[in-house]
């Protein structure tokens, strides 16, 4: 019989090679969100299930949906006993602006504690280290629980084609419980359990002026400018409070409660902590809302990205033809992104001059997710965490989205343990990515010990 003592032992003998494996996987350039890198996508996959199946897990294979394909395995060799789905995706964002990396993105780096590289932390690493514990326990034993993977390659891009996939082949899916790796933690020191995701809306805001760029001194002044416009389209968004001026935006928001307040004013997520990690001079925000709630709890509206006239070296005397802005939403309960789509919608119609034609494109949406921490698996997390920290977990919403989550409850009744090695300063879509190594073994040993309370 397996027990934990001897798999914690081998995952310890095991680091080094457990690193050699995690950047095989990093040197994939597997960026799911353009198109280019579908080979890159496929290989990864592959290599995902070739490790699957060196571990011994069954019925390993590809499936494909309309976009990039998902990595099934099982081993269900314990009828009786409960099933655990193993979470996790293999795609990465972009890596650019490039020229701010200090390491090549695709080839780890270790530099004192800290492994470099795109997807180390989000979350190459994070499902390695739901792997490398799985092996362990494979190669010391028996497996004490059922298990499945579903390893996704559309996260990063909203999970784009996951509830047409689930509608058909939810059934294969079903588990007693989902560990998700892909959620962090508040600290190196702190472990944490994450019981609330955001959702997202992406959208692309297109605004079109003159049929082609112009002389701006020859046309400046009796011609909108398509930049102008867009600008103030988007500073129109948001009041001076921060608040977002969508009509109906906060509708069928969830109010905070003076319990989760009290909950979140424990946590060590400060004004403090917020200004380190980030580098800013001072925060922004609601001011009814500490930051941890304005990310944890509250919804926002971000420009993510912003294209239009000469951006080049020097100057260009250029009246743009057009603008364009990546816009996103993160959304709460009880918000939909069909309803936050109509009023985005709504605002440009109200607010959009008649000098200029504009268009919305829905790029994609991930729902809202709150779960369930009175599960067997999150109190086998929890007391598999206090194992290994010698302290109980922290519990917090967290800001960013994983759109499976909230799929997964409701076409499968699977609810997640959403947890994780990630930590906040390791630069997740960002240059520099980075994992923090000791997180990453401490991650290791505690799934190592939930597997087993699990059973
Ligand atoms: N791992 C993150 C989400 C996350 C980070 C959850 C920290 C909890 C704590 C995930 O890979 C991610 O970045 N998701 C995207 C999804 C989006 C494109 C729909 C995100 O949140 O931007
Ligand atoms: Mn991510």
Same mark, same amino acid.
């Given at each position: 019989m397996a027990d934990a003592k001897s798999a914690i032992e081998y995952a310890h003998k095991n680091r080094e090679r457990f690193i050699k494996e995690l950047s095989e996987f990093v040197? $994939? #350039? &597997? $960026?799911?969100?353009?198109?280019? %890198?579908k080979p890159q996508i496929q290989k990864a996959a592959e290599w995902a299930a070739d490790h699957l199946r060196k571990l011994g897990? #069954?019925?390993?294979k590809l499936m494909p949906t309309a976009g990039h394909p998902v990595v099934y395995g099982d081993w269900l060799?314990?009828? !009786?006993a409960p099933t655990v789905l193993i979470y996790g995706h293999y795609d990465v964002q972009p890596v650019?602006?490039?020229?701010?990396?200090?390491? +090549?993105?695709? #080839?780890t780096t270790v530099k004192g504690d800290y492994i470099f590289g795109? !997807?180390?932390? =989000?979350?190459k690493g994070q499902v390695m280290a739901t792997l490398n514990a799985i092996e362990a326990i494979m190669k010391t034993g028996d497996f004490p629980l059922n298990l499945k993977f579903m390893l996704e390659g559309e996260e990063e891009i909203g999970s784009l084609h996951m509830p047409d996939f689930l509608s058909k082949h939810g059934e294969m899916f079903k588990a007693d419980f989902c560990l998700n790796p892909? +959620?962090? +933690? $508040? &600290?190196?020191d702190e472990p944490t359990i994450t019981y609330g995701l955001r959702g997202l809306a992406y959208y692309e805001i297109n605004i079109y002026g003159p049929k082609q760029d112009l002389h701006s001194g020859l046309f400046g002044g009796t011609v909108h400018n398509p930049a102008q416009v867009l600008t103030e389209l988007l500073a129109g968004m948001h009041d001076a409070n921060g608040t977002?001026?969508?009509?109906?935006? %906060? =509708?069928?928001v969830r109010p905070v409660t003076d319990q989760e307040r009290e909950a979140s004013a424990r946590?060590?997520?400060?004004p403090e902590s917020y200004l380190e990690q980030t580098g800013v001079p001072a925060l922004w925000g609601e001011? #009814? %809302?500490?930051p941890a709630l304005r990310v944890g709890a509250r919804p926002t509206l971000e420009v993510n990205g912003l294209l239009s006239g000469w951006t080049g070296p020097g100057s260009k005397t250029v009246l743009p033809a057009k603008a364009m802005a990546k816009v996103s939403c993160r959304l709460v309960?009880?918000?939909t992104s069909a309803e936050v789509h109509k009023q985005l919608l709504k605002y440009m119609e109200q607010n959009?001059?008649?000098?200029v034609a504009w268009e919305v494109k829905d790029l994609h949406q991930s729902p809202w997710a709150i779960t369930d921490i009175n599960t067997s698996g999150v109190r086998a997390l929890a007391s598999a965490m206090e194992t290994v920290w010698g302290k109980p977990p922290l519990y917090r919403r967290e !800001?960013? &989205? $994983?759109?499976?989550v909230a799929m997964l409850q409701e076409t499968c009744g699977v609810e997640s343990g959403l947890v994780g090695c990630?930590?906040?300063? =390791?630069?997740v879509h960002s240059p520099n990515e980075r994992m923090h190594l000791p997180t990453w073994y401490k991650n290791v040993d505690a799934y190592i010990h939930f597997f087993f309370n699990m059973k």
């Open positions: 040197k $994939i #350039e &597997s $960026i799911s969100t353009d198109d280019e %890198y897990i #069954e019925n390993v060799q314990l009828p !009786g650019d602006p490039i020229e701010l990396w200090e390491t +090549a993105p695709f #080839e795109r !997807g180390t932390s =989000d979350m892909d +959620a962090g +933690a $508040i &600290s190196a977002i001026t969508l009509p109906g935006f %906060y =509708d069928s946590l060590p997520t400060t001011k #009814e %809302y500490t309960p009880d918000q959009a001059p008649k000098t !800001g960013g &989205s $994983i759109g499976v990630g930590l906040p300063d =390791d630069n």
